[in-house]
């Protein structure tokens, strides 16, 4: 068993075990957003990647097509370049019913199929949202024989992470306790950022 460096409690990773990354990119953000980081991808690819045979690393986002510049843009062409598979689709924008501007950016579906079609080739999945939409998947994955870490926090009020999906996961890391290992540094360089995500619900039961 190989431990990432950090209090990772009863969070075990075997040397030999394949493992892969699957990333909400904008419940990812909200969540360290809440806990005041920002995320370095690059050192969070290098602690995964040291805890086991990483095959793959998924990072899902929505994309607003309509505009000239996108902040995340150097974020998803960084990562593209890095080590990353990245997923994006078009945002749906829509007025709500106070008449305010919103963005729709789900990637629940994407993420859902990708985990599915890479059970069998993984031992270890490891998700990072906390979205309890996704408590059936995780089943669905173990039932194959593949293992599920959940990557979110609890430390937010209201919680990010939601209750079924951490009962139902085999483990769940505490995002604040890798703050020390994955928080991005000032002034650390282009890679390291992590953008402007789509206004999107990030809430646990989204």
């Not at 079609?117 to 039932?143: P, Y």
Request: charged content about 30%; glycine content about 6%.
């Amino acid at each position: 068993m190989l431990s990432l460096g950090i209090n990772m409690n009863n969070v075990k990773f075997y040397s030999e075990e394949r493992i892969g990354l699957f990333i909400d990119g904008s419940n990812l953000y909200a969540a360290a957003r809440s806990l005041g980081f920002d995320i370095d991808y690059k050192n969070l690819l290098s602690v995964f990647s040291s805890a086991g045979r990483l095959i793959r690393a998924y990072y899902y986002t929505a994309l607003m097509d309509d505009q000239d510049y996108l902040p995340i843009r150097p974020l998803v062409d960084w990562l593209d370049y890095n080590g990353y598979t990245i997923v994006t689709k078009p945002t749906k924008e829509f007025t709500d019913s106070t008449g305010r501007r919103k963005i729709k950016g789900n990637m629940d579906m994407e993420l859902a199929i990708d985990v599915l079609e890479m059970a069998d080739k993984i031992d270890h999945a490891v998700l990072f949202s906390g979205d309890g939409d996704f408590r059936r998947l995780v089943e669905a994955v173990q039932r194959r024989g593949c293992r599920v870490t959940v990557v979110s926090t609890s430390r937010t009020n209201p919680p990010m992470a939601a209750d079924e999906l951490r009962r139902q996961a085999d483990n769940f890391i505490e995002l604040e306790e890798l703050k020390e290992e994955i928080a991005r540094k000032p002034k650390q360089g282009e890679g390291c950022l992590i953008g402007d995500q789509p206004e999107t619900d990030s809430s646990p039961n989204n």
